[in-house]
DNA sequence: AAGTGGTCTAGACCACGTA
DNA sequence: ACGTGGTCTAGACCACTTG
């Protein structure tokens, strides 16, 4: 099982290696407390520091979350992870605020030759395109259009269901058993196209902030792509470089 | 010095203090090594552990840099660090290339209201303020003003200094010895003005991806406020969400 | 009181770079 | 050969939570 060779991979990756992989696997689900380390380390058979290392990297990926006195836990998607790790939207004084969410239309579709292709799908699979707006204060700020593959949202959109939360994240979780673990945003300024315009309020033209999301699951598979376009009149997007 | 009482901060957490303050002092410089970790163990009379479970916080802030088999270094500003931590500007295909800069002016003045304050500094200081026009693949894509305190860039801007290299922080730590360790950036979508328009060859009210930049030092004194104007036709700006 | 994570130690050995 | 960082161990004690 865990080899300790000469020139191999550490015995701490390997064991991130397995926690991940029982993880992903579904064997311990979101919420859930993990083995103390002490059990760990002599299930695995190896000294408590080598787990509690390999635990730390993936606390450090927020993949768990540790709590002392109680156990390690993994990960599970609440409002403030949300805002913390997955919203980047600020009003000017620089404060977080959760927009409200409203759907507007949520279809099965095939998906179009981009979609498929950034969600790896192969072309004309079944997807849910959802559109929505979402307002802070009552005010419509962002336009929002998600893709997601039908297959692994199976039930999303027929019926009454197209209320959706706020946090989508969690909902993803709770009904699909899919957890966002990752997403890579590209952002551009682009004009308002006739839709954003009368959706947001807003002149065809007006400049708007486009962040294309694509996340991914902890075994990184894409499983949402989402096009948000943004009235950064009011607001920005706050990043922090090191 | 270091005390281990109950109740009161970690050990570890105390070096972290120490070493910092020792390289925010200019005892050890950028790119000069310190002090192996067991002779800092010796030094400060605690174990090797904690002298590398503090080196490790620095080391993930980017602080310090570790060579295996020769040493840990205080970090300094080269290429790739401007490219992977400073810069999130690519192309189209998601490729980074650092693109050129061409300095437009270059003058002394006294800071506007809302400058001063982004820098901390009293109204009407004195600053420096650099228009640039930054070009990739020979074509203007991003119009940068950069505003700088005058008191702690002596000299800069006067006589034939105009001319200034790519990589601007690597400039600021050789010729200045600030070093830049973090930066708080704001993203927003506004219309290109007569200036960004004629500088970057579009027309007037064109929608460009406005970045303004806080950068800080190590001990957490904002030294430069720049704000790019970026076409983001061909280019676009990536993070990543964990 | 018992169990968990959090800190700290002392020492062994490996991998790497330099001389 | 030597010194550096990198991994791993075994064990002690502290801080916190729960029963």
Chains 1, 2 share one sequence.
Not at 208 to 229: G, H, W
Request: hydrophobic share 35%; proline share 4%.
């Amino acid at each position: 099982m865990l080899s300790i060779n000469k020139g191999s991979i550490p015995l701490y990756q390997q064991i991130v290696g397995l926690l991940v992989a029982r993880i992903s696997s579904g064997e311990w689900l979101p919420g859930e407390i993990i083995p103390s380390e002490i059990n760990l380390a002599k299930e695995l058979d190896v000294s408590q520091g080598t787990v509690r290392k390999a635990i730390t990297e993936l606390v450090e990926n927020n993949v768990l979350t540790r709590k002392q006195g109680r156990g390690t836990f993994v990960s599970n998607h609440n409002i403030d992870r949300a805002l913390f790790h997955f919203f980047h939207i600020t009003d000017n004084n620089g404060h977080k605020v959760l927009p409200d969410g409203e759907v507007i239309s949520c279809r099965h579709k095939k998906a179009l030759k981009s979609e498929a292709r950034k969600l790896q799908l192969e072309p004309d699979t079944e997807i849910i395109k959802i559109e929505r707006i979402r307002k802070i204060a009552s005010k419509p700020t962002i336009a929002e259009t998600i893709v997601l593959p039908a297959s692994r949202f199976k039930g999303l959109g027929k019926g009454k269901s197209c209320e959706l939360p706020n946090t989508l994240y969690e909902m993803y979780e709770k009904q699909f058993g899919i957890t966002i673990h990752r997403a890579e945003e590209q952002l551009r300024a682009v004009k308002a196209s006739q839709h954003d315009a009368s959706t947001l309020g807003l002149e065809v033209g007006t400049p708007l902030l486009s962040i294309e999301r694509i996340a991914t699951t902890l075994d990184n598979i894409p499983v949402e792509l989402r096009i948000s376009r943004c009235n950064t009149t009011n607001h920005y997007y706050q990043n922090t470089l090191f």
